[in-house]
């Protein structure tokens, strides 16, 4: 079965809103060359709306191979009030649909399916065992304030670190993975997906 890997820039205490102002400075040719794999793994983008906006605006006009293969995904952007996904390869989700679409998602054969972002998205996925890995990139900054990584509202966890990667430029790539309460991936609970 595929999985669905969320994918986000966060700082050290846990922010994630406007990541271009404090975490491009800790991007280099390593970084860049990680997120590289990462995306090739995926044949498929899964959006919420606010994010989808913002990367259709940025990402049609850009080639390089990295922006070649991006553009080439299949995109669902989860949306209740979104009438057209222009970009291209892009379907609307309806977010009353999105539990029984990404099951099914995951069901067909092909690569992982990748998430930009962490939010209401990411959080109703786990909160239905969909979800089956965070890749954190933690930028070695503090502001204080902003829009949380994890809001709590209505998902707790516990979490298994799989994989760290440490940056000559300081970021780190934290790879964790959810876990039922017997230790076993959520995606191997008989009720998850």
Not at 14 to 38: C, R
Not at 120 to 146: A, C, F, K, N
């Amino acid at each position: 079965m595929r999985k669905i890997i969320a994918m986000t820039n966060t700082t050290l205490d846990g922010f994630i809103d406007n990541p271009h102002l404090w975490s491009m400075q800790y991007v280099n040719e390593e970084v860049q060359a990680y997120v590289m794999n990462l995306t090739l793994g995926s044949d498929t983008l899964l959006l919420g709306r606010v994010t989808y906006v913002g990367m259709a605006q940025a990402w049609p006009g850009r080639s390089n191979p990295y922006a070649d293969h991006v553009n080439g995904l299949t995109k669902y952007v989860v949306s209740s009030t979104l009438e057209k996904a222009e970009w291209e390869n892009s379907t609307i989700v309806h977010g009353d649909d999105l539990v029984a679409t990404v099951t099914e998602l995951k069901k067909r054969p092909g690569g992982d399916i990748m998430i930009w972002g962490c939010g209401q998205l990411t959080d109703t996925l786990m909160e239905h065992g969909l979800l089956d890995e965070y890749r954190l990139l933690v930028s070695p900054v503090i502001l204080g304030q902003g829009q949380r990584l994890f809001r709590g509202e209505n998902v707790t966890a516990t979490l298994e670190l799989v994989d760290n990667t440490t940056f000559g430029s300081g970021l780190i790539a934290l790879a964790y993975r959810p876990v039922n309460a017997t230790g076993a991936p959520v995606g191997d609970q008989p009720n998850a997906g």
